[in-house]
Nanobody, 124 residues
Framework: QVQLVESGGGLVQPGGSLRLSCAAS????????IGWFRQAPGKEREGVSC????????FYADSVKGRFTISRDNAKNMVYLQMNSLKPEDTAVYYC?????????????????WGQGTQVTVSS
């Protein structure tokens, strides 16, 4: 019954922007830790940005801090990732995720519910 569906990915030039959206059903995101993760070919899935359900604190990977912004709309049960000043190194499949339990950071192995992913390609 739990479903997370990402959208908004695509091809963008370096320096451009994209806004990813994640629509949730079967859970109320307000009560969950939420996050955005990405995985490039041959690389581990890494945390991009997360929000703790406990204290609403946010985490950003050093590589995206200042460029990406995570947000949620509780009324719409959605999560967003605004990505600005995109770089070729940002190219990856991006996933939204949620978890109800205790999390120690923004680690993929801590999250139970996952979307299908959306491809982001940054290229001239």
């Amino acid at each position: 019954q739990v479903q997370l569906v990402e959208s908004g990915g695509g091809l963008v030039q370096p320096g451009g922007s994209l806004r990813l959206s994640c629509a949730a059903s079967g859970i109320t995101l307000h009560y969950y830790n939420i996050g955005w993760f990405r995985q490039a070919p041959g690389k581990e899935r890494e945390g991009v940005s997360c929000i703790s359900s406990r204290d609403r604190s946010t985490f950003y990977a050093d590589s995206v801090k200042g460029r990406f912004t995570i947000s949620r709309d509780n009324a719409k049960n959605m999560v967003y990732l605004q990505m600005n000043s995109l770089k070729p190194e940002d190219t990856a499949v991006y996933y939204c995720a949620a978890d109800y339990g205790l999390v120690y950071g923004c680690l993929a192995r801590e999250y139970d519910y996952w979307g299908q992913g959306t491809q982001v390609t940054v290229s001239s």
